[in-house]
């Protein structure tokens, strides 16, 4: 066998196993021998560079290289549908659909409705050539690379399966449960912001400018319409669906061919319950006139078909009675109200509190104590009060009324201009903000105290050890002991950490002095252009606006918080304690303004330093580093292989391309 030759069967033999694996869910040899399997190909590739191919299976792992989508035309307009929400709904789409088409016999497929996003992918001669996202249905993002780390998306079919020259087919990209799952513990654990649901994972993912992190996430897709020029027009819309499983797509097992409306609203029963057991998320059914003749008969309004509409399953809703109001504080001192009530069973937990957001929302539902309330658990992951059974009502009842004061502190509540959210403003006595700020102040990407959770600070907090982030610095063993031998060695781990901790850098410390809306990418800013606390502490307004990505809402926030002299004496505390009040030599060294106010985008591959490398110098000499080219981009610093997709954006946009070597000389580093 050639290598040509070697390279092509074994690139047939790992399609089949994906194909197995991820389509028909049957896998028939170990991962351990598919891993082979897939290293002996990237062997083979590595040496034989002139047989690449984007669409091999190794192609699947994505890149680390920033893209910016192209807006591309779709071909035919991706359409949504009309939506119903119960039986009449239904019937009266079926009989409209029998009038339309004067008394012919007629079939209605109905499948799941996937709550994902819409993908349309197009293949010529069975390779995949393109994935575009429906956009506004008339032009989407090319999101090809994004798509090629699907597993479940074929980048070649199945030889000799009988598809099309040119074709089109959509579905939609989904995030499994499992995945989601873990997606979101990870990011809790990183102290990153949650995903609501797996249908914006799923797309904040694909829209995601790093192939590779794509790769990383599992996403997976299932495909649930055809079209092209080449799709015979007598078809019907299921038989092409089971051919292109076939071809090797990962199509729905639960449709079905239906005559009767009974038929219809049974199915919809059935997966109205048994949708709890499928592996990604379903908000409805899908009804589809099945033959394509008449599909075209009946034809389309404005924005829709008039073949096919959308059957939404209810969001799961239980009633049960409202006991009390109670109020959270968070760190900002924002209060969240919450519905405490009878337990009661809502999509497969027990419930027994419920988000009321804001004062306002309690006011539109006239929310009484001892009302009978509807509870749903919609995309979200917290449940929510959504109304009230008013006929339930007993006389007497008292309406509630919102606070005035904190509840952990006493102060009067204030509501800022255009927040829904009622605030205590006590930031430096109310329990749960100074709590708040020290956990925040510990947490990872601030200093990093490891060894101190939630608990421990709660813990010091109650026994009047520490009531602002300075006091960590004043712990001793004993007193976090406490004389309790079994505690001396962790008390000497968390001593030993918060010492530690004043080495953590300059920039991470003003993140972690807690400004209000200085988050981790401003403060590094800040910290570079002041290069120390003092400089920080005594700019004026138009000098904090002179940083990149500071405006007025951040620079007031931050001339407030240094006039506050509370603050000041916890940051000369902080000092004392020898936590880094400047930018260290290391990163003083080399710092210039010579790229001051420069949005800079890296692309490619470099020869005399890493991506990351570049990345640092960009930073230090005072300019940005950004992900995607736009007018405002200053210059692109390019490597070999930059992307053709890249180079067409530069160009039509006028932005400057700069070498290697062109970069170095401007930063003055040969
Ligand atoms: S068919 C012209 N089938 O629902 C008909 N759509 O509002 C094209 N969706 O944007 C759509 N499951 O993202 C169809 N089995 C299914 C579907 C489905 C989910 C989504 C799709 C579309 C939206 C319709």
Redesign the pocket.
């Known amino acids: 066998m050639t290598p040509k030759e070697e390279i092509e069967s074994l690139r047939k033999e790992l399609e089949q196993h994906n194909y197995n694996y991820y389509v028909l869910n049957q896998p028939t040899i170990s991962d351990y021998d598919f891993d082979q399997m897939m290293h002996k190909l990237q062997d083979l590739e590595l040496f034989y560079p002139q047989y690449a191919d984007p669409n091999s299976p190794t192609q699947r792992v994505g890149s680390d290289l920033n893209q910016s989508f192209k807006t591309v035309p779709h071909k035919y307009p991706?359409?949504?549908?009309a939506n119903t929400y119960n039986e009449d709904d239904v019937r009266d789409f079926y009989n409209r659909v029998k009038q339309g088409l004067e008394g012919e016999d007629f079939e209605i497929c109905c499948?799941?409705?996937?709550d994902g996003?819409?993908i349309s992918l197009t293949y010529i001669d069975g390779q995949l050539v393109q994935g575009v996202t429906?956009g506004d249905g008339v032009q989407g993002d090319d999101v090809t690379a994004n798509v090629r780390t699907i597993k479940s998306i074929p980048l070649r079919l199945r030889e000799g399966s009988g598809y099309p020259h040119e074709f089109e087919i959509?579905g939609?990209i989904l995030m499994p449960w499992t995945s989601f799952e873990a997606l979101n513990a990870e990011r809790e654990k990183n102290e990153e912001p949650l995903f609501a649901n797996p249908r914006n994972a799923a797309s904040g993912t694909l829209k995601s400018q790093k192939s590779e992190l794509v790769a990383s996430r599992k996403l997976d897709a299932y495909l649930?319409?055809l079209l092209g020029d080449e799709i015979p027009a007598d078809g019907f819309h299921y038989e092409n669906l089971q051919m292109a499983r076939d071809w090797g797509f990962k199509i729905s097992q639960g449709m079905k061919k239906c005559k009767t409306v009974d038929e219809i609203l049974e199915f919809i029963d059935y997966w109205d319950k048994e949708r709890k057991n499928l592996p990604v998320a379903t908000d409805g059914i899908?009804l589809?006139v099945n033959s394509l003749r008449q599909q075209r008969h009946l034809g389309y309004t404005a924005k829709?078909?008039r073949w096919?509409i959308?059957y939404k399953f209810k969001a799961e809703r239980a009633c049960t009675r409202l006991n009390e109001v109670t109020y959270q504080v968070g760190r900002t001192g924002a209060i969240t109200p919450v519905a405490n009530m009878d337990v009661v069973q809502l999509a497969g937990t027990q419930v027994k509190r419920a988000s009321l957001h804001n004062a306002d929302i309690i006011e539109e539902l006239d929310l009484h104590i001892g009302d009978m309330v509807y509870v749903e658990k919609g995309g979200e992951i917290i449940p929510k009060v959504v109304g009230v059974d008013k006929t339930q009502r007993v006389p007497g009842l008292q309406k509630v009324q919102f606070i005035k004061t904190c509840p952990e502190c006493g102060a009067t509540l204030v509501r800022y201009e255009g927040e829904a959210a009622h605030y205590c403003p006590n930031d430096t006595a109310c329990p749960p903000q100074i709590k708040g700020r020290i956990e925040h102040f510990i947490s990872r990407k601030a200093m990093n105290i490891d060894s101190l959770g939630p608990e421990t600070v709660d813990d010091f907090y109650q026994r009047g050890l520490i009531n602002d982030v300075a006091d960590l610095y004043k712990l001793t063993v004993s007193q976090i002991a406490n004389n309790n031998e079994n505690r001396r060695v962790s008390a000497t781990k968390a001593v030993n950490a918060i010492k530690q901790s004043t080495e953590v850098p300059f920039e991470r410390v003003v993140f972690a002095i807690g400004i209000r809306f200085v988050g981790e990418t401003t403060a590094k800013l800040l910290a570079r252009h002041f290069k120390n606390m003092d400089a920080l502490a005594n700019a004026s307004i138009g000098e904090l606006l002179e940083v990149d990505g500071v405006g007025q809402v951040i620079a007031e926030s931050i001339i407030r918080f240094f006039r506050d002299e509370r603050n000041i004496d916890i940051l000369n505390r902080l000092k004392e304690a020898g936590v880094q009040m400047a930018l260290s030599e290391e990163a003083m060294s080399g710092q210039t303004d010579i790229l001051s106010g420069q949005s800079i985008v890296i692309s490619g591959v470099f020869a005399k330093h890493s991506r990351d490398e570049y990345k640092n110098m960009i930073e230090k000499n005072g300019g940005k580093n950004v992900g995607s080219i736009s007018k405002k981009t200053s210059f692109i610093l390019a490597g070999e292989n930059m992307g053709p997709a890249k180079l067409e954006k530069a160009q039509s946009l006028g932005v400057k391309i700069i070498s290697e070597d062109e970069f170095l000389e401007m930063i003055n580093n040969f």
């Not at 991706?78 to 549908?81: I, K």
């Not at 499948?111 to 996937?114: G, H, L, R």
């Open positions: 991706m359409l949504s549908l499948e799941m409705k996937y996003l819409s429906r959509r939609e649930y319409y899908v589809k829709s078909p096919a959308a």
